[in-house]
């Protein structure tokens, strides 16, 4: 079956990084495009970054580009999300996704000093 496992997440001050990892198992990585979401305290869950199968194309939500950089690979079903210059705001559950119904657990990051 269809697994995403998610990992990385922690307390961090704002202006640092992190490295969020989803690792994928049950079916063929390579062949889906992922996503990345989040979902902050009473909100929505909200679209942060896109990811082709063959990684080639990418999209992100106006709110992280230029610091949160998604990449993946193939070779060890893993996708990534790297979050630079991280602002309070970006305190969330971070979610890999595939298509519309498979969800990994989540993983929390929070922003604060």
């Known amino acids: 079956q269809v697994q995403l496992v998610e990992s990385g997440g922690c307390l961090v001050q704002p202006g640092g990084s992190l490295r969020l990892s989803c690792a994928a198992s049950g079916f063929t990585f390579s062949t889906y495009a992922m996503s990345w979401y989040r979902q902050a305290p009473g909100k929505e869950h909200e679209l942060v970054a896109f990811i082709s199968g063959s990684g080639i194309t990418t999209t992100y939500a106006d709110f992280v580009k230029g610091r949160f950089t998604i990449s993946r690979e193939n070779a060890k079903n893993s996708m990534y999300l790297q979050m630079n210059n991280l602002k309070p705001e970006d305190t969330a559950v971070y979610y890999c996704?595939?298509?519309?119904?498979?969800w990994g657990q989540g993983t929390q990051v929070t922003v604060s000093s």
């Open positions: 996704q595939r298509g519309t119904n498979y």
